[in-house]
């Protein structure tokens, strides 16, 4: 299928000076990330993720949650990035303010080379102290497991939101506001069905935004978007940029 992006889409993208994209678990899958679920394979495959991603679970068997994170680390650490997130960090210099939020644990915004993203679900190369929620800054896999927080003597957890707990306030205003500023909001590889974030195309929507949802799968955003982009992301992203900067070096030589 030979990929186009509207017209519309392109000036709209030219024109803006705040644009926030928001990207979910299709946009790894490109990098040839499992989802959540079908993760669940070999030892895994007894364990419902859903009981394993609780604080309950932790509390229960903190070393079967920490094994758990382990293996989808090394998971993610053998597996790259792929276009779509080099598109990002390449687009974000196209705008005075773009906001890149994310609902994806696995740093590859981070790894690509984006630094402003708001990670609303946290980030599994990342630990926290379960008693006292102090970040740390490393662990020693070989060492005791979990590792030991140092200052309170609580076992380190994996930096991420589990299922029972609430979102990062502070990230999740940040990221409302980025919605409710933005002039486009770019909607990537997420079904849309995960409250809050589910909610941030809809709002920008209602503040006047130009919601492009982009994804191979139709979601109930590709109905009310001003355009479903129909595609990877790591293929429709790319040709995005390429349209965007093409304008600018038009208008270089113009002057
Ligand atoms: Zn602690």
Known sequence: ?????????????????????????GISAESGIPTFR??????????????????????????????????????????QPNPAHYALVDLEQHYEHFTL??????????RAGSREIIELHGNLNRVRCFDCGVPAPGWDEEGE???????????????VVWF?????????????RAAEQSQVFLSIGTSAAVQPAASLPLISLRS???????????????????????????????????????EEQASEEDT
């Open 38 to 79: 079908e993760a669940q394979i070999g030892l895994w495959s007894k364990y419902d993720p859903t009981e394993l991603a609780t604080p309950q679970a932790f509390a229960r068997n903190p070393r079967l949650v920490w094994d758990w994170y382990a293996y989808r680390r090394e998971m993610i650490q053998a597996a």
């Open 208 to 246: 006047g935004a130009f919601l492009v949802e982009i994804n191979p799968e139709e979601t109930s955003l590709a109905i009310i978007a001003d355009y479903w982009l129909q595609g990877p992301a790591g293929k429709i992203l790319p040709l995005l940029l390429q349209h965007i900067a093409g």
């Open 101 to 110: 939020i994310t609902q994806n644990v696995d740093g590859f915004h981070w």
């Open 145 to 159: 497991l979990p590792p030991i927080c140092a200052l309170c003597g609580g076992y380190l957890r994996p930096d």
């Open 1 to 25: 299928m030979e990929l186009s992006i509207p017209q519309e889409v392109i000036e709209r993208l030219r024109a803006a000076s705040r644009v926030t994209v928001l990207t979910g678990a």
């Open 164 to 176: 029972g707990e609430g979102l990062p306030e502070q990230k999740l205003r940040q990221a409302y």
